[in-house]
């Protein structure tokens, strides 16, 4: 199906907008600070809302409402976990960045065990960044296909030009920004959904509310089973604490937006406001239950064997008016956007701070360094969109639990790794090395085992959830066990780089 002429007005003004943030942005930029974490200058509900916007990506967008249309709201006790984890990284992690003034999050693993642990962060955050960015424009590109009748190369093309060249002129600030008006953009998609619903089904929300209630759609628990092979509540709820407080910890998206905020208390203003993401998270799981109600009403406006995940996009294409239809395919691409350009900055800085200038091209000017992240950026931009046209060969048809897995897997124990150091002062890089060595093995074994290529007898049975869990607790503990074998670090290691030695007392400006 074509599409409408008001729905494409819609999106090209939405494009339009977003490179004019960059154009904007761009000109505030003087050095690499800059480029990376916004000259330490941005306003703490800014960088709040950027953060919220990021942690909404096109998988939260698509799959929430995919996820509760098909089944009830279980998916969303990973996200439950959140209030905890943002307590534990306010209290921990937020203000000790900002004390350290690091550019990459990765300096603090170099600080503490060596270049090997700098190198090893770096490269794993690196590679997950650029999956994460190629599979996030491959997942968005699905629906956009279908809602514009464009080909998946072409809607790849079109999103990944758009974010790579804003994000290139921009930088941090650029992505920030833009981040803002996508988290509008895209909470305004879910609630004019839920209106439409409201207003088409007899007996409106009353209605909607009493026969979800009656058949279960709102239920958050599966099954309250201690078992860690099926999906029960605690392999949801073990998945969304440790992976939350891993990316608080060690994500260098994060990281630079902790440094980006003009005061220690925006900044930590701006962690809380992640909590937003819940009643959001809630939103978009109440659109999938409000579509199952609509179908049950309107059946013959549903296509016979339509995929789950592709109910929402067909709603949006048949049910609303032109250019209110465009503006939610806007939200679309801005949920998608949003994640990536926050992965594709953070790459850069990562890539360009811990390799380029530190390995390769040492001791110039630092508006060499900018240029220089400006075409690690664009780079990036170029292969994301290889990786995502490569996964459109492969067919992947799993939006959400694709997007937990590969973020277990991926994750390679660096939550485990950073507390490792954090916590215990006796932790030393001997101890370390052999407890990521450990942590990768078991990572492997239990993703083989998963794609059924271990033997049964010799598998490790856990659920895809919760492999990033595992990995973590055998880096930390492995860790921690083979530490008390090698000399105690000495005091240039442990200075500001643990919890009992950062620095204390300090009034939060």
Known sequence: MALRIGDLIAIVLYSLAMLGL???????????????VGGRS?????????????????????????????GNWSRLVPGLMLPVAVLIGVYFFVVFYRRTMFVSAYEYFERRFGNWGRSYASVLFSLASLYRMGMILYLMSLPIRVLTGWSVLTVILFAGVVVTIYTVM?????????????????????????????LDVPGGPGEIM???????????VVSFDFNFVKETFWVFALQGLIGNIQELATDQTKVQ?????????????????????????????????????????????????????DVYPHFILTQMPPFVGGLVISAVLAA??????????????????????????KARSDLHYLAAARYVTFALGVLMMLVAYGLSLLNADTILDIG?????????????????????????????????????????????SNMNLVPEPYALSVHPFIIGVVG????????????????APGGEKLAGMTWWTRERGRQVS
């Open 404 to 448: 937990f897995f590969i973020g277990a897997v991926m994750a390679g124990g660096l939550g485990g790794f950073f507390l490792l150091g954090f916590l215990f002062r006796r932790a030393n890089s001997q101890g370390a090395l052999v407890g990521v060595g450990a942590g990768i093995l078991v990572i492997l074994w239990a993703t083989l």
């Open 210 to 220: 009493s026969r979800a209630i009656a058949a279960h759609k709102f239920d958050l």
């Open 170 to 198: 921009g930088g941090l600030e650029a992505v920030i920004w833009t981040d803002v008006v996508q988290g509008i953009v895209l909470t305004f998609g879910g609630l004019v959904t839920i209106a439409i619903v409201f």
């Open 472 to 487: 973590n607790a055998v880096v930390f503990l492995v860790g921690l066990v083979a530490s008390m074998f090698f000399a």
């Open 42 to 70: 941005l306003p703490g509900w800014a960088v709040g809302l950027s953060i919220l916007a990021t942690a909404i990506s096109s998988i939260t967008f698509l799959a929430y409402p995919g996820s509760s249309y098909t």
């Open 257 to 309: 937006r902790y440094e980006a905020a003009k005061t220690d208390k925006g900044a930590i203003g701006a962690t809380l406001t992640v909590l937003g993401c819940i009643p959001i998270w809630a939103m978009f799981m109440f659109v999938g239950t409000c579509l199952w109600v609509y179908y049950q009403e309107f059946p013959a406006a549903l296509p016979v064997g339509i995929k789950a995940d």
């Open 336 to 361: 998608a956007m949003s994640s990536i350009d926050s992965s594709m900055n953070g790459a850069a800085a990562v890539l360009t701070t811990d390799f380029y200038k530190r390995h390769f091209v």
């Open 22 to 36: 960059g154009w904007w942005t761009q000109r505030r930029i003087k050095g690499t600070e800059g480029y990376f």
